[in-house]
Structures are given as C-alpha cells and as structure tokens.
C-alpha cells in the first residue's frame, strides 16, 4: 500500500496536490494511487475521479477511465474538462455519438475553446456528417479567421468529402497563414498528388521536406513523383529515405521494389516485395508485382501460388489468370495452363460485369494522409482537460519502471505468483493489497519466531551472507530441538529450510507441527506447508489442495489460501472453480490487486473479456502496472 504521514491523510487537498504532480511528470500509475487516497477519504469528491480518469487515459485503461469520468460527472455535472475526457474516452470505444455529444456538452460550459469545437468537428466527419463538420469549422473560422490549424482541418474534412478543390483551397489559407509548417505543405501536396497537378505537388512536396518533414509520406509521395517522370535515381533517394523514417511501413518498400524491377534489378527488388508482404500481409495486391518478379526470377513455384492468392482475392482480375497460365507452361504444365486461360476467357466474355467487379490497384502507392498517431486530433491533453497549463511546484521521483505510459512495455501474460509466508519481501509501495491476517499478526506479538513473518508474493534474493545465517539457525534451532519439543520451532525452521529452498524439510517440520499445534498455529502452519509443496520437484496437487481446504475450513476468512488455492487450480486448468476461489478473495478483501489482476487474466482466457479487462483495469488502479499492457493488448 502507499503511505503518506498521518498528518497528510487528513490533507486530501495536498494528497490530490501531489497526485497532480506526479500526473503531470507522466507518472500516471503512481498518481492514481494517490487519487485513491483521496477517493477513500472523500468518495464525495469530484476531482479525485476525474484526475484518476486521466491517468487511465494516459494508460489506455479506457473502460476504467470511463467509470471514473461517469463518477466526477455524477459529481459535479458542470465541468467541461470531465466531458472533454469522456468524450475523447468514447471516442477511442467508437462510440461516436455518446462522443459528440460529450463534446457539445462541453461546448455548452465553454462555448469558445478551439480544442473541443475541433473535436466535435473531427467526431462529426467521423459519422460522415461533413456538413456538420463544416459548419463547426465556419464558427471557428468566423472567430479566427488567420488559424491554420482551423483551416487544415476543414482542408481535412474536405478531402474525407471527395471536394479536393475545396480542400485545395483550404490548405492554401493554412499555409499562407503558417508558412513554416511542413504539414501544411505536405497536404497541398498531397492533394495536388490526388488532382493529378504533379508540377505543383512537386514543388510543395520538397517544401515540406526543406522544412524538415519526418513524415515518410512525404518522401514516398515525391519518389512516386520521380518514377513517373523516370527520374529513378531521385525516385530510389526518396524511398531510401522514407525507408529510413519509417521502416516498419510497408508502402515505402513497395514502391522502391517497383522502382527496381522497372530498371531490372529483380534479386533486391524481390527483397522488398518481401519485406513490404511481411508487414502488411492483408494488402493481396502486392502480390501482383511481387509474381512479376518471381517470374523474371524463373521461381515458378512462388509466382503461381502468389497469382492463386490474387485470384482468390480478386477472382475477376484477369492478368492474374493469363500470368498463371504462362507459368504453369513454364513448369510443363499445359492441362492447368489451359484451365486458367479458359478461365480468364469465360470471364472476359462477360465484360460489363467483370467492370462492375473489385479489381486491386496495381500502381505505385500513394501516402493520402498522414499516420493517425501523429493527428493532434486524436492525442488527449491532460492541460485541455484540466484547463490551466500550470507547473507543479515540486518534482518527484519515481521508479522508472513505474513511470510514463507503462501500457507500451511489454510484459509475459502470466498469473501473479502466489502468496507465501516469510521474513523477507520487496517494497510493494504501489499495492493497496492488504497484506495481513489477525492470527499471524497475533503469533508475530509473540516474538516466538527469529523474524517477523510477513505475507509476499515478492520475495527477496538471499546474497551469499543471508544463506550461511540461515543455515547456521538451522543448526542453532536443531540444537534447541533436541533439548525441548515446542511447536513454534518446528515452525522457525521450517521457515528456515524454506528460505534455503529445502522444501522437502520444510514440509517434513511442518507435518510434526501440525500434530502439536493449537487452532490459533494450525492454520498458519497448514498454509506454508501447501505453498512450500507446491514449490517441490514433483508437486502432489491432491494433497497442496486438501491443505488449502483445511486452512479455509478451519479460518473461512484466510484470503490468501482461496488466493492460493485459484493459482493452483489454475494449472490444472480449472478455470471456473478458479474463478470462484479468486472472487471469494476479492469478496474478502476487496483491494486484493493480484486477485483481481489473476481473475482478470483467467476471464481473458475462456474468452470472457469483458470481465477481463475490467478486472485488469482494477488492477491497475490498485498499483499492479502491468495489468495496463495486458489491457492495450486484450481490448
């Protein structure tokens, strides 16, 4: 759990203080747990969910986001930044009207903010209401008419309208407003591009770059531009750099192969057919080129079953039919070689249904807009949402692991560990899991044991020094043994074979202890022998289970053993009894992060995602961080 002074916990407006600091220092997992605080102290309050809201947002965790903006509405109905965030948070769901109206509502409590007309505008082309659009872009322009970003986004809409010579128009004004915006000549060029007004989509197109554009359209565009006006050494240049810019984007290579094999050089001209097929597999008309060049390359094999994929695609495209046909007589084939003419044959007999058919384009590609991830349009600004762009009086820091969009690190889709017993554990700062139970609280105010037993699912790594104390207590309590039968130190060394990874003595130590110990030890003992023989060589999951069951028999209310007792059921792929075992945990302790985040992951796996995701939302809201990327992966 995450502590804060006494003093301060009575403060919730300096909790919330530094929660907004970490938020604004992108330290979205950590600030969320301080807005709990907040929520736990005043569950009345508006801002504590809406500042929670963004981090989620931050994180992706739109589901949870959603529930957290619902709340601060609730609330307070009258702030305009929870309608901004929700609807932007509807807008990621796809709920476009809920998001419009989201937008008009927080137009209505601030009828001149740029940002959420723009988003309303943007929402509307979305639902193909251009004219509505349109007339959100007048309003503004009527209020600013020299803003170019105004004037890009009606140029935008325009161009989602088919009317290119409005949007040409459009971009015109952005750019004579905003002349050192490379993105302002990349959509004149792009757009001229479109018209087929190559002279001057030249010309803005080196504009763009001049100015430093690090889009690779723009480079792609211009290099189309050279290959039609055979320049191939400029044309080659300008896909080498979109390549360089962007190499995970599949039109660049395509295009360079294109190049290529018009000027004969098939080897590396196959080479980024490949590569262009690899990252984008679903475009089938790729494959057109790419048999092509297989062709020229005498791969019979590789250009026949590329044709067939075409075909299968596109069964009207008839160069695909008569290119098989010459390979399969290449290969000697001449029965299939006729099939395929005879097909291509019959199909053109029938021309004016083979023109109403979807045919694939084969021409070089053209980049029409630039990539989603760089539209502010669709970027949410925490400063928009909280209307001020202040700057936290103090800096925090964090661990970095915790830190930023955590949602982007990849982690391994596996269970958190179960929960054992022991001296050591690492600082689970961020986990609002409550790690106690009453009876091993009550044996701990004993002092009987060496330490003091602590529930963990993190455990320490011993160094070399830890090891040989452990294995000299172990001696010591031997010592001891053969002087008194007392129950606690069969459980002290059990701990200590355990901490050594003795497992088989501990187990043994725990069995004796259990013959002698009272209800209060009973339970305690009968947990760390089922998690220490799980942790054995062969596991005997029969007897880990009835362990378990007898510690929930004897105290109903051991959450970590229903815990427990889910992850082993887990493994043997009882999911539903898994379930159930997890939810009575979460019915126990209502903040038991791992449950929720194991819960979560199991849901996801029978295929029930949506109780999933909300329970890896709750996760991360309760400080496990890499419940986040389950959550961009699974949605």
């Given at each position: 759990?995450?502590?804060?002074?006494?003093?301060?916990?009575?403060?919730?407006?300096?909790?919330?203080?530094?929660?907004?600091?970490?938020?604004?220092?992108?330290?979205?997992?950590?600030?969320?747990?301080?807005?709990?605080?907040?929520?736990?102290?005043?569950?009345?309050?508006?801002?504590?969910?809406?500042?929670?809201?963004?981090?989620?947002?931050?994180?992706?965790?739109?589901?949870?986001?959603?529930?957290?903006?619902?709340?601060a509405i609730e609330r307070n109905p009258f702030s305009p930044g929870c309608y901004y965030a929700r609807g932007y948070v509807y807008r990621q769901l796809d709920m476009l009207d809920k998001a419009e109206a989201d937008y008009s509502?927080?137009?209505?409590?601030?009828?001149?903010?740029?940002?959420?007309?723009?988003?309303?505008?943007?929402?509307?082309?979305?639902?193909?209401?251009?004219?509505?659009?349109?007339?959100?872009?007048?309003?503004?322009?009527?209020?600013?008419?020299?803003?170019?970003?105004?004037?890009?986004?009606?140029?935008?809409?325009?161009?989602?309208?088919?009317?290119?010579?409005?949007?040409?128009?459009?971009?015109?004004?952005?750019?004579?407003?905003?002349?050192?915006?490379?993105?302002?000549?990349?959509?004149?060029?792009?757009?001229?591009?479109?018209?087929?007004?190559?002279?001057e989509a030249y010309v803005q197109l080196t504009q763009a770059i001049n100015l430093g554009s690090k889009w690779a359209g723009d480079f792609i565009n211009r290099g189309v531009i050279h290959y039609r006006r055979h320049n191939y050494?400029?044309?080659?240049?300008?896909?080498?750099?979109?390549?360089?810019?962007?190499?995970?984007?599949?039109?660049?290579?395509?295009?360079?192969?294109?190049?290529?094999?018009?000027?004969?050089?098939?080897?590396?001209?196959?080479?980024?057919?490949?590569?262009?097929?690899?990252?984008?597999?679903?475009?089938?008309?790729?494959?057109?080129?790419?048999?092509?060049?297989?062709?020229?390359?005498?791969?019979?094999?590789?250009?026949?079953?590329?044709?067939?994929?075409?075909?299968?695609?596109?069964?009207?495209?008839?160069?695909?039919?008569?290119?098989?046909?010459?390979?399969?007589?290449?290969?000697?084939?001449?029965?299939?070689?006729?099939?395929?003419?005879?097909?291509?044959?019959?199909?053109?007999?029938?021309?004016?249904?083979?023109?109403?058919?979807?045919?694939?384009?084969?021409?070089?590609?053209?980049?029409?807009?630039?990539?989603?991830?760089?539209?502010?349009?669709?970027?949410?600004?925490?400063?928009?949402?909280?209307?001020?762009?202040?700057?936290?009086?103090?800096?925090?820091?964090?661990?970095?692991?915790?830190?930023?969009?955590?949602?982007?690190?990849?982690?391994?889709?596996?269970?958190?560990?179960?929960?054992?017993?022991?001296?050591?554990?690492?600082?689970?700062?961020?986990?609002?899991?409550?790690?106690?139970?009453?009876?091993?609280?009550?044996?701990?105010?004993?002092?009987?044991?060496?330490?003091?037993?602590?529930?963990?699912?993190?455990?320490?790594?011993?160094t070399a020094e830890m090891v040989d104390f452990h294995f000299s207590e172990i001696r010591r309590l031997t010592q001891l043994m053969d002087e008194t039968e007392d129950v606690t130190l069969y459980l002290a060394r059990a701990m200590?074979?355990?901490?050594?990874?003795?497992?088989?003595?501990?187990?043994?130590?725990?069995?004796?202890?259990?013959?002698?110990?009272?209800?209060?030890?009973?339970?305690?003992?009968?947990?760390?022998?089922?998690?220490?023989?799980?942790?054995?060589?062969?596991?005997?999951?029969?007897?880990?289970?009835?362990?378990?069951?007898?510690?929930?028999?004897?105290?109903?209310?051991?959450?970590?053993?229903?815990?427990?007792?889910?992850?082993?059921?887990?493994?043997?792929?009882?999911?539903?009894?898994?379930?159930?075992?997890?939810?009575?945990?979460?019915?126990?302790?209502?903040?038991?992060?791992?449950?929720?985040?194991?819960?979560?992951?199991?849901?996801?796996?029978?295929?029930?995602?949506?109780?999933?995701?909300?329970?890896?939302?709750?996760?991360?809201?309760?400080?496990?961080?890499?419940?986040?990327?389950?959550?961009?992966?699974?949605?």
């Amino acid at each position: 759990m995450l502590f804060v002074p006494a003093r301060a916990q009575l403060n919730t407006d300096r909790i919330t203080a530094i929660g907004r600091n970490a938020l604004y220092f992108e330290d979205y997992v950590l600030s969320i747990q301080y807005f709990n605080q907040v929520i736990h102290l005043k569950p009345y309050l508006s801002e504590p969910y809406f500042y929670r809201a963004i981090a989620k947002i931050q994180l992706e965790d739109y589901q949870g986001a959603l529930k957290d903006c619902n709340a601060a509405i609730e609330r307070n109905p009258f702030s305009p930044g929870c309608y901004y965030a929700r609807g932007y948070v509807y807008r990621q769901l796809d709920m476009l009207d809920k998001a419009e109206a989201d937008y008009s509502e927080a137009l209505h409590f601030s009828p001149e903010n740029r940002t959420y007309m723009l988003l309303r505008a943007d929402t509307r082309a979305q639902m193909k209401r251009y004219d509505d659009a349109l007339e959100d872009i007048e309003q503004m322009l009527k209020r600013e008419p020299q803003a170019a970003t105004v004037w890009s986004e009606k140029g935008r809409i325009c161009i989602a309208k088919k009317d290119t010579a409005a949007a040409l128009e459009a971009f015109e004004n952005a750019a004579q407003y905003d002349k050192t915006n490379p993105a302002v000549w990349s959509a004149l060029g792009v757009t001229n591009l479109m018209m087929e007004r190559e002279d001057e989509a030249y010309v803005q197109l080196t504009q763009a770059i001049n100015l430093g554009s690090k889009w690779a359209g723009d480079f792609i565009n211009r290099g189309v531009i050279h290959y039609r006006r055979h320049n191939y050494r400029g044309a080659l240049s300008d896909f080498d750099q979109a390549v360089k810019i962007a190499p995970r984007e599949a039109d660049s290579y395509y295009n360079r192969g294109m190049m290529r094999q018009e000027v004969g050089d098939y080897n590396r001209a196959l080479e980024d057919f490949d590569k262009a097929i690899d990252l984008d597999p679903e475009r089938i008309e790729m494959r057109y080129h790419r048999a092509l060049v297989e062709m020229q390359l005498k791969q019979w094999k590789e250009a026949v079953n590329d044709l067939d994929v075409l075909i299968e695609r596109y069964p009207y495209f008839l160069p695909a039919y008569y290119l098989a046909a010459q390979v399969k007589t290449q290969q000697g084939n001449t029965k299939a070689a006729y099939q395929y003419r005879q097909k291509a044959q019959e199909l053109e007999s029938r021309k004016e249904q083979i023109q109403a058919q979807q045919t694939p384009n084969t021409d070089m590609l053209i980049a029409e807009a630039q990539p989603q991830k760089r539209d502010h349009r669709k970027e949410f600004s925490a400063s928009t949402a909280q209307n001020q762009n202040d700057i936290p009086d103090e800096e925090q820091k964090y661990d970095s692991q915790t830190r930023g969009t955590v949602q982007k690190r990849y982690q391994d889709v596996v269970n958190e560990p179960n929960i054992v017993l022991c001296y050591y554990s690492q600082d689970l700062s961020l986990r609002r899991t409550n790690y106690y139970h009453p009876l091993v609280d009550k044996l701990n105010k004993k002092e009987a044991l060496p330490a003091t037993l602590k529930f963990t699912n993190q455990e320490l790594t011993l160094t070399a020094e830890m090891v040989d104390f452990h294995f000299s207590e172990i001696r010591r309590l031997t010592q001891l043994m053969d002087e008194t039968e007392d129950v606690t130190l069969y459980l002290a060394r059990a701990m200590e074979f355990a901490i050594i990874k003795d497992y088989a003595s501990a187990v043994d130590d725990c069995t004796k202890a259990l013959l002698m110990a009272d209800a209060h030890l009973e339970p305690i003992i009968a947990f760390c022998r089922a998690t220490w023989r799980y942790r054995m060589t062969e596991p005997d999951y029969e007897l880990i289970l009835r362990d378990y069951n007898h510690v929930l028999t004897l105290q109903p209310d051991f959450t970590f053993a229903y815990y427990n007792k889910a992850n082993i059921l887990c493994t043997q792929r009882e999911y539903k009894e898994a379930i159930k075992n997890y939810s009575k945990a979460i019915e126990i302790d209502n903040d038991f992060a791992e449950a929720y985040f194991n819960r979560g992951l199991t849901y996801v796996f029978i295929g029930e995602n949506e109780k999933g995701l909300a329970d890896l939302s709750k996760a991360g809201e309760l400080g496990i961080y890499q419940a986040y990327n389950m959550i961009t992966r699974f949605k």
